[in-house]
């Protein structure tokens, strides 16, 4: 029980920190842009009193650009600090010796592995109907940037090591049991992000990034496959200039492609646990 509660713990603790520091960069950065940019002129002065509300936003392009660049900006920041406080509260230690963690071949079969997951996963995504809460944000943020390198390479690096490197991390040294703390980190994955399409997507991948962790041992894979997903999602959604569920529903090819893709991750998956010898304490880092 005392174990239970130590590593309920520190995943809250983990995840409010998580929240704390991206409320806190996102608010400062985006109070502080708009502020110098409305006292300089650049944009109207009661800009921030409706730095939140969407339709003035979209009828005062100058002020919706100087937030979209807050927001990066905010983004990044908050990233870095909370990959600090990952290493040196000694949650998940970030060392040069992760570029080497894994030899080139599982690396490629594993990054081919969420490929295909992925693709299969926006397909399947698309035969609910849920809501894309976030994709204004998202898409702005697309054309940013600091905005493209925050949701291309530093949020896949963060949410690898705090929900991998971190949770599961934890969970595994505690609890020793690999589908429970990969199920687990993959739900939590899933619900911060917050957009309905997102969770289901996020959870779902998420167990496959696990697997892939606790099977190779190495958060470069998951971290390589993250990087891969996220920035084909910017690429989409720059090439279409729409959001990424739009521009996934251009490409969706139906059942058929499911089954393509789902098959290709089965065969993926096996080629990988073949290519690795029997998991010993590797994976639990």
């Given amino acids: 029980?005392?174990?239970?509660?130590?590593?309920?713990?520190?995943?809250?603790?983990?995840?409010?920190?998580?929240?704390?520091?991206?409320?806190?960069?996102?608010?400062?950065?985006?109070?502080?842009?708009?502020?110098?940019?409305?006292?300089?002129?650049?944009?109207?002065?009661e800009s921030l009193e409706f730095i939140n509300d969407a339709q003035f936003l979209k009828d005062n392009p100058a002020v919706d650009a100087c937030v979209v660049n807050a927001r990066a900006l905010g983004i990044f920041l908050s990233t870095l600090a909370m990959l600090f406080f990952i290493h040196f509260s000694g949650y998940y230690k970030l060392r040069w010796g992760i570029?080497?963690?894994v030899a080139p071949k599982p690396l490629l079969i594993s990054t081919l592995l969420v490929f295909s997951s992925m693709s299969a996963l926006n397909v399947f995504v698309q035969w609910f109907s849920l809501d894309d809460n976030l994709a204004d944000v998202l898409s702005?943020?697309?054309?940013?940037?600091?905005?493209?390198?925050?949701?291309a390479v530093l949020a896949p690096l963060l949410e690898e090591v705090l929900f991998r490197g971190a949770i599961q991390g934890v969970m595994m040294r505690f609890f020793g049991r690999p589908w429970l703390a990969i199920v687990v980190s993959a739900l939590v994955f899933g619900i911060f992000h917050w957009n309905p399409i997102q969770v289901v997507y996020a959870t779902l991948l998420g167990i496959v990034f696990g697997w892939i962790y606790y099977r190779t041992g190495s958060l470069l894979s998951v971290i390589v496959g993250h990087v891969l997903n996220n920035s084909i999602a910017v690429i989409t959604t720059i090439a279409?200039?729409?959001?990424?569920?739009?521009?996934?529903?251009?490409?969706?090819?139906?059942?058929?492609?499911?089954?393509?893709?789902a098959s290709l991750s089965v065969y993926f998956a096996i080629k990988l646990n073949n290519s690795l010898p029997p998991v010993g304490k590797a994976a639990e880092e």
């Fill in 1 to 45: 029980m005392k174990r239970a509660l130590r590593v309920i713990a520190t995943i809250v603790l983990l995840l409010a920190m998580y929240c704390l520091l991206q409320i806190l960069f996102l608010t400062v950065a985006t109070t502080v842009s708009v502020f110098f940019a409305a006292s300089s002129g650049s944009i109207p002065p």
């Fill in 99 to 101: 570029l080497r963690s």
């Fill in 140 to 151: 702005g943020l697309s054309h940013n940037v600091l905005g493209i390198l925050g949701i």
């Fill in 240 to 261: 279409y200039d729409a959001t990424e569920e739009e521009a996934v529903a251009q490409s969706s090819i139906g059942v058929v492609g499911f089954i393509i893709f």
